[in-house]
């Protein structure tokens, strides 16, 4: 899915993208992502087939983002439509009323959040989707937390679970939160889930 995301985002190559910092000071957290879009197509290609083995998740991300021509921007409009008719399917199957969900969190140190752009795949996933979605605070980190930390690998043990950590080291006492998500058109369900996860946070919060 997150091919298909960055696919689409930079379906130009990442000329719409690039323009938007014209005649601006850009952030020098951004400036891997912004060196990554000026790359020509056949340099993407390259970078992504060199750092396949040790970051395959980075490779994959490098290698979306080539110019797309007309009929490669329908495939993936179509890929993406049948995507999201795939997941309402499989949703109603499991007769789901609404969904809670992990979202990026807690907080990232200064300068941080340029550099883990894989983070967002928590919640971009629903603005794909079309799917109301919200984010309501459930707890703090705590020094177990800060400690696990310590040991931790990720699932892929590649440079962005390595900057994820790093991002999120000495954050004790920070929110972490969860997220709320129902189909399309049910936005009052949501804010009403995200209401009842609010409260039952609050009264655990009382009792602790």
């Given at each position: 899915?997150?091919?298909?995301?960055?696919?689409?985002?930079?379906a130009?190559g990442?000329?719409?993208?690039?323009?938007?910092?014209?005649?601006?000071p850009?952030?020098?957290?951004l400036?891997?992502?912004?060196?990554?879009?000026?790359?020509?197509?056949?340099?993407?290609?390259?970078?992504?087939?060199?750092i396949?083995?040790?970051?395959?998740?980075?490779?994959?991300?490098?290698?979306?983002?080539?110019?797309?021509s007309?009929?490669?921007l329908?495939?993936?409009?179509?890929?993406?439509?049948?995507y999201?008719?795939?997941?309402?399917a499989?949703?109603?199957?499991?007769?789901?009323?609404?969904?809670?969900?992990p979202?990026?969190?807690?907080?990232?140190?200064?300068?941080?959040?340029g550099?883990?752009?894989?983070?967002?795949?928590?919640?971009?996933l629903?603005?794909?989707?079309?799917?109301?979605?919200?984010?309501?605070?459930?707890?703090?980190?705590?020094?177990?937390?800060?400690?696990d930390?310590?040991?931790l690998?990720?699932?892929?043990?590649?440079?962005?679970?390595?900057?994820?950590?790093?991002?999120?080291e000495?954050?004790?006492?920070?929110?972490?939160?969860?997220?709320?998500?129902?189909?399309?058109?049910?936005?009052?369900?949501?804010?009403?889930?995200?209401?009842?996860?609010?409260?039952?946070?609050?009264?655990?919060?009382?009792?602790?």
């Open positions: 899915m997150s091919s298909l995301i960055l696919a689409g985002l930079f130009d990442g000329a719409t993208f690039l323009e938007s910092f014209q005649g601006e850009a952030d020098p957290n400036k891997e992502l912004l060196l990554m879009a000026k790359l020509p197509d056949w340099l993407k290609s390259l970078l992504s087939w060199i396949r083995s040790t970051s395959p998740r980075l490779s994959k991300s490098v290698r979306s983002m080539k110019e797309k007309v009929s490669q329908w495939k993936l409009h179509a890929e993406t439509e049948g999201c008719h795939e997941f309402i499989e949703w109603k199957r499991l007769n789901l009323d609404v969904m809670l969900c979202a990026l969190g807690p907080a990232f140190k200064i300068g941080f959040p550099k883990y752009s894989g983070g967002t795949s928590y919640t971009i629903y603005n794909v989707l079309d799917f109301p979605a919200g984010v309501v605070p459930v707890t703090t980190v705590t020094e177990k937390d800060e400690e930390l310590k040991t690998r990720g699932h892929y043990n590649d440079l962005w679970d390595r900057t994820f950590i790093k991002a999120v000495g954050a004790i006492g920070l929110p972490v939160a969860v997220q709320c998500v129902a189909l399309p058109w049910q936005d009052e369900l949501c804010l009403r889930f995200m209401k009842e996860v609010e409260k039952l946070s609050q009264e655990k919060q009382r009792y602790c």
